[in-house]
């Protein structure tokens, strides 16, 4: 029973990682077009920050540090599309093949930067007692995950649904041209979202830091299960991402501890599924 | 003039193992091999229009399924190499299938998403694929008993099979069923409003591209007789996609161009720098931003534009 519900939990809060990474990934698809591979390097870059700043300042505060890292991670991903995209308006593959080049700039950086070896990120002092609930014991830190993915998607969900900058995104979402010609500066938009998706998947970094730790290597491993969630929940919308993220999760982690050499291929089977029934994602509209 | 070209370049490829030292010759192979696993991916994306960032998942499991059967299974290598090459066209369909229920940048992701899952296995799966030491001690056929251990040797080999390769893609290209697939490349509800099957002929060109990534698999795996995850990697998808569009995608000679291009970097510059990742991605800004139509089609412009002037 322990395991079953241990197991679980490791099951939301991977779910609760995968959405930080995959709610920036899909948002940015749905208004852009553009499926940025850099989104892997994103969440590693803020694991590295994570990691270096919490083991240089002892006691120095996790939330602090995810909001600094998520913020250094927005301005480079905002420079990368200012100076860069931009440039590439229109260019569907040069896009992708550009940030397919930034992930390689990016991952090599951080080789070079911190070395091959992987850095473990202390778990926050006041978070590392573990909890009891219904006479199970849990690890704090991954109930404290959960919670943030779930504040997470509120605010986004509230951000996109309530806010005068949503109504902006979901104009160009719908019909970039239409929200162009009413005056919506969607060029301004395209940047915004991109740092944001970028910030969130740098914060969401330093937040998995504790749990996955740094090493070269961790955008190749998260990038991937990204896309699986995208492709599952439908491209370009939060919910499915919400969704998606969560049966991943589940897939990858329960995958992991019963067939551990076949845990990759066991996240084949929900994607294949999905493809086969509902090609554009359990969540997602058709793309005209 | 273009039976000059056409001679200078059949020289240059004719005379290397007469003129050159082991280390060019070995050069050239790779650049051999490099440019039939390029030309493979050009169906796709030059003449298909489907982006693959999968690719590489064909080379390297041909690779690994004749590197296990021969240094694991006692198999031979002509029947190891049937059972590779019949194995990855299957996996080909199957992924195929897959991939093509989407398009474009779905395509794109499905692909990717599927090569990183095998990659995965590769490294995890240690007690067949040796993880991260991959499979050494491997040897090279020896068809007809000519034994391929001699790399000028090994150059005929492969010279014969890519005259084959190029022979066999220009010819699928330019046949009806190019045309087919270029229309369906450009206009997909037309094609099928004419009555073709957009999705048949997308896929039968993914297998078929599957096909010859498996043969240059193949080479590869008998070149370095040692088989590492790594080839399975995205970076060695992205290093074959950035040949084709350095080069030239759409284009026969552009992949040839391109892959050569990307190796003899890859060669020289580790040489003096570790840092070929690093290296890869700028070559991957630089040649999207300031030569996007890529190498081929940007000289043969100029030379075109030369030729107008002159006259």
Partial sequence: MQFWIIQGLNSLSLGGLLFLLSSGFSLIFGLMRLAN????????????????????????????????AGLVVAAIGGLFERLVLTRLRGNTLGQVLVTLGMSFII??????????????????QSLQAPTRLFGFVFPTYRLVLVGCAVVAAVALYYLLERTRLGAMIRAGVDDRQMARAVGIPVSNLFTIVFCLGAGIAGAGGVLGGPIL??????????????????????????LGA??????????????????????????????????????????????? | ???????????????????????????????????????????????????????ASYLGVAAYISALLTSR?????????????????????????????????????????????????????????????????????APFGISLENPVAFYWFVLIVAVIAFATMAIFVS??????????RDQPRRMAALGFNPWMIRWITFVYAGFWAGISGLLYV????????TSLSTTSSAEALLGVIAGGSGTLGGPVVGAALVLLLKNYVSAYVERWNMLLGLVFLFIVLVMPAGIVPGVTRLIANLGRRSR
């Fill in chain 2, 175 to 184: 046949s009806a069923f190019g045309s087919s697939l270029q229309g369906v």
């Fill in chain 1, 37 to 68: 591979l850099t989104h892997g390097a994103f969440f590693m870059l803020g694991t590295y920050f994570g990691a270096t700043a919490l083991r240089a300042w002892d006691g120095l505060n996790l939330w602090i540090t995810a909001l600094g």
């Fill in chain 2, 1 to 55: 003039m273009k039976w000059l070209g056409i001679a200078l370049i059949a020289a240059a490829f004719l005379l290397p193992p007469f003129l050159a030292g082991d280390f060019y010759i070995n050069l050239a192979s790779q650049i051999l091999i490099a440019a039939i696993f390029a030309l493979s991916l050009n169906l796709l994306v030059g003449f298909g229009g489907m982006t693959s960032l999968g690719h």
């Fill in chain 2, 73 to 141: 299974y006692g198999f031979g290598h002509g029947a190891a190499a049937l059972i590779s090459i019949g194995g990855t066209v299957a996996m080909a369909a199957l992924f195929g299938v897959i991939a093509l229920r989407a398009t474009g940048l779905g395509f794109l992701m499905i692909t990717l998403a599927l090569s990183q899952v095998l990659w995965g296995l590769a490294y995890r799966m240690s007690d067949i694929t040796n993880g991260d030491n991959g499979v050494s001690g491997l040897t090279r056929p």
């Fill in chain 1, 107 to 124: 991952a090599d950086g951080c080789l070079v930067l911190w070395g091959g070896d992987s850095i473990p990120v202390p778990t926050p």
């Fill in chain 2, 222 to 229: 008998y070149y370095n007789k040692y088989i590492h995850p």
């Fill in chain 1, 213 to 238: 730790s740094a090493y070269p290597g961790l955008d190749a491993d998260m990038l991937p299960l990204a896309l699986i969630v995208v492709i599952l929940g439908g491209i370009g919308s939060l």
């Fill in chain 1, 242 to 288: 919400f969704i998606g993220s969560f049966i991943i999760g589940f897939i990858y982690t329960f995958g992991s501890a019963l067939f551990p050499e076949l845990s990759y291929i066991i996240l084949f089977l929900p994607m294949i599924l999905v493809l086969a029934f509902r090609p554009q994602g359990l969540f997602g509209r058709v793309v005209t």
